[in-house]
């Protein structure tokens, strides 16, 4: 019996008919595979794209509709046949060891994102970087790798993107050579074509999203991301409701670290929160999520998160969590943490608690309400609003630490008074009466790379500075044991090779 492809398929099923039945061909007519091959998986897939488009032509005839509506492990049930007989047909029969990987690749083609799919399935694996359709590397325990994954060709590479943006009804075209958007599992894309994207090339960067969050001390017993007592101090102030900003730069860990600070927010509060891409994952039951709009080809009905803080604020929430502040929406923050709504959060892109503060200072001007403050007005907003910052970092050898918890002390004489009082300024010290005052608490000092095994090696050190608001904390009922704020070493890092 010959098939409708053309094959004999007693070559598959030994079947047996009456010979009455049964036409015989030649046999030098039946398609057989010439050998098994043995070709790495990424280079049979893109060396033999046109057979895997074959395949999803036929797959699509025979399911129509169906094949994106059912299971995928039921369309793999059925068509696992049909993707065999192909092979054979173009001889590209794989060994039996390859035999599985092959039919993966083939699916993940047609079902999902290609051949960066396995990367996406991948646990250990943060984000995805396409440098080009030909050149593909990873970020993989903090570290870049280069991968021998690649797509076929620009126009497959291209195909992915679309097939991310096309159901939220964005573009990417020359008329819109850029695209942010966040795939079905709540991770981020952004994706560049020229003219932006030089050379011809393509850009796609995928940052993956956690499904699972974890508290301060998960972080901190496993990669000693920071010590027992930053941990306690940190879940104290939030408890206490005491304004954090979480400072850091790309890959530092800002919204992982975020996730983790707010494990001890009381499940008894009402949180609002706000993001571009949804990636915070709060524990407590009374949480609501909102998410900015970008505006419509008709340059219309764009939210931004400066407009979603004024919604919020309408809404009564105890607190505010903003994924990240990158504008006027900041100003907006500073508001709410000023009028019944301490103890809110958010995140920046800074890369120390004193870069923070000329960040900060942008983002005010930014702002139309309030773009002609002086420094001194700007200086005193943040002052009253925000007591902590938190600055986290990632180091060469991939690892992410929290480098600095600094207490945000005053502006002019009063810090400056307030810096003396606690011993942290000599006599001789004069004021800056146009100086926001900023002191650590706690922070990591690196003092070299371990030759061997090349990571960072390090001290996490408290200063012996006592904050101001430990006496907030302490008047909501939380009190630190004696010295804890001592000048002394907490925990060294990587001493020893340990």
């Known amino acids: 019996?010959?098939?409708?492809?053309?094959?004999?398929?007693?070559?598959?099923?030994?079947?047996?008919?009456?010979?009455?039945?049964?036409?015989?061909?030649?046999?030098?007519?039946?398609?057989?595979?010439?050998?098994?091959?043995?070709?790495?998986?990424?280079?049979?897939?893109?060396?033999?794209?046109?057979?895997?488009?074959?395949?999803?032509?036929?797959?699509?005839?025979?399911?129509?509709?169906?094949?994106f509506q059912r299971k995928r492990s039921d369309i793999e049930a059925e068509s696992k046949q049909i993707i065999l007989d192909t092979l054979v047909e173009h001889n590209l029969m794989p060994i039996d060891n390859l035999k599985g990987i092959y039919l993966k690749y083939i699916y993940?083609?047609?079902?999902?994102?290609?051949?960066?799919?396995?990367?996406?399935?991948?646990?250990?694996?943060?984000?995805?970087?396409?440098?080009?359709?030909?050149?593909?590397?990873?970020?993989?325990?903090?570290?870049?790798?280069?991968?021998?994954?690649?797509?076929?060709?620009?126009?497959?590479?291209?195909?992915?993107?679309?097939?991310i943006i096309e159901p939220l009804n964005r573009n990417l075209d020359i008329a819109h050579p850029n695209v942010d958007a966040q795939l079905r599992d709540g991770s981020r894309l952004s994706a560049t074509i020229p003219p932006l994207r030089a050379n011809g090339e393509i850009s796609i960067t995928i940052r993956k999203f956690k499904e699972t969050v974890e508290p301060l001390s998960y972080y901190q017993e496993k990669f000693n991301s920071s010590t027992p007592e930053m941990v306690q101090f940190i879940e104290t102030a939030v408890k206490s409701r005491i304004s954090i900003m979480v400072s850091g730069g790309t890959g530092s860990g800002k919204t992982t670290l975020l996730n983790a600070c707010s494990f001890a927010i009381p499940n008894t509060e009402r949180i609002l929160t706000i993001e571009d891409t949804l990636e915070l994952k709060l524990q407590q039951e009374h949480v609501e999520a909102y998410q900015t709009i970008n505006e419509n080809v008709e340059g219309k009905g764009a939210f931004t998160a400066q407009d979603l803080v004024k919604i919020a604020l309408r809404k009564r929430p105890d607190r505010i969590i903003v994924g990240e502040c990158r504008g006027g929406e900041f100003v907006e923050m500073l508001n709410a943490m000023n009028t019944g709504h301490a103890g809110s959060m958010s995140t920046v892109h800074s890369n120390s608690a004193k870069d923070f503060l000329d960040r900060a200072k942008l983002m005010i001007l930014s702002n139309p309400s309030t773009a002609k403050l002086d420094s001194e007005a700007i200086y005193r907003l943040i002052n009253s609003a925000i007591n902590l910052v938190i600055q986290t970092n990632r180091f060469e050898d991939g690892s992410?630490?929290?480098?600095?918890?600094t207490e945000i002390v005053g502006y002019g004489q009063e810090g400056f008074n307030r810096l003396r009082q606690a011993g942290i300024l000599g006599a001789k010290a004069a004021p800056n009466k146009d100086q926001l005052y900023l002191q650590d608490i706690f922070k990591f000092k690196q003092t070299g790379v371990d030759p061997k095994t090349g990571k960072v090696q390090g001290s996490f050190i408290a200063t012996g500075y006592t904050p101001l608001c430990a006496e907030v904390m302490k008047e909501k009922g939380f009190n630190f044991p004696e010295g804890f704020f001592s000048k002394r070493v907490l925990l060294e890092v990587n001493k020893g090779g340990n």
């Open 400 to 405: 992410r630490r929290i480098t600095s918890i």
């Open 1 to 67: 019996m010959v098939s409708s492809s053309g094959l004999d398929t007693n070559v598959f099923t030994n079947n047996t008919k009456p010979k009455q039945q049964v036409k015989k061909k030649p046999q030098q007519n039946l398609k057989k595979p010439a050998k098994l091959i043995n070709t790495p998986v990424i280079d049979f897939i893109c060396d033999n794209y046109d057979v895997v488009k074959e395949i999803t032509e036929k797959l699509s005839n025979k399911f129509g509709t169906r094949m």
């Open 108 to 163: 993940d083609n047609i079902f999902g994102l290609g051949n960066i799919q396995p990367l996406l399935d991948d646990p250990e694996v943060d984000e995805i970087m396409v440098k080009n359709w030909d050149c593909i590397y990873v970020e993989k325990h903090g570290k870049l790798q280069k991968t021998n994954v690649r797509f076929p060709n620009y126009d497959v590479a291209y195909a992915v993107v679309k097939k």
